[in-house]
Nanobody, 125 residues
Framework: QVQLVESGGGLVQPGGSLRLSCAAS????????IVWFRQAPGKEREGVSC????????YYADSVKGRFTISRDNAKNTVYLQMNSLKPEDTAVYYC??????????????????WGQGTLVTVSS
């Protein structure tokens, strides 16, 4: 079965850390750029970070730059989002998606193909 599965969400205090995983099954993740999105209640979906399939280039939204790090482990067919110094405003459901682009990646909701089911991150004291 072709799917993406996110995991690693949970409840964390402000200033804490979480690592989200986006695991692919049924296909090789190597060939796809991956984008992490998040959507908080009552807010629009926001592109958070992406990583290219070709040269490993990465991009971050200004709201998470310097705090989040995206990486990929092709041997495990998984992309990670390390989130540090979490803030209450990071609370959202986080989704990963494959992006069909020739090179690079974009945080825009374009060329998206396969989505995971999402994982909830709650930052609260």
């Amino acid at each position: 079965q072709v799917q993406l599965v996110e995991s690693g969400g949970g409840l964390v205090q402000p200033g804490g850390s979480l690592r989200l995983s986006c695991a692919a099954s049924g296909f090789n993740l190597d060939y796809f750029a991956i984008v992490w999105f998040r959507q908080a209640p009552g807010k629009e979906r926001e592109g958070v970070s992406c990583i290219s399939a070709t040269d490993g280039s990465t991009y971050y939204a200004d709201s998470v730059k310097g705090r989040f790090t995206i990486s990929r482990d092709n041997a495990k067919n998984t992309v990670y989002l390390q989130m540090n110094s979490l803030k209450p405003e990071d609370t959202a459901v986080y989704y990963c998606a494959t992006q069909a682009v020739v090179a690079g990646c974009t945080l825009a909701s374009r060329y998206l193909e396969l989505w995971g089911q999402g994982t909830l991150v709650t930052v609260s004291s």
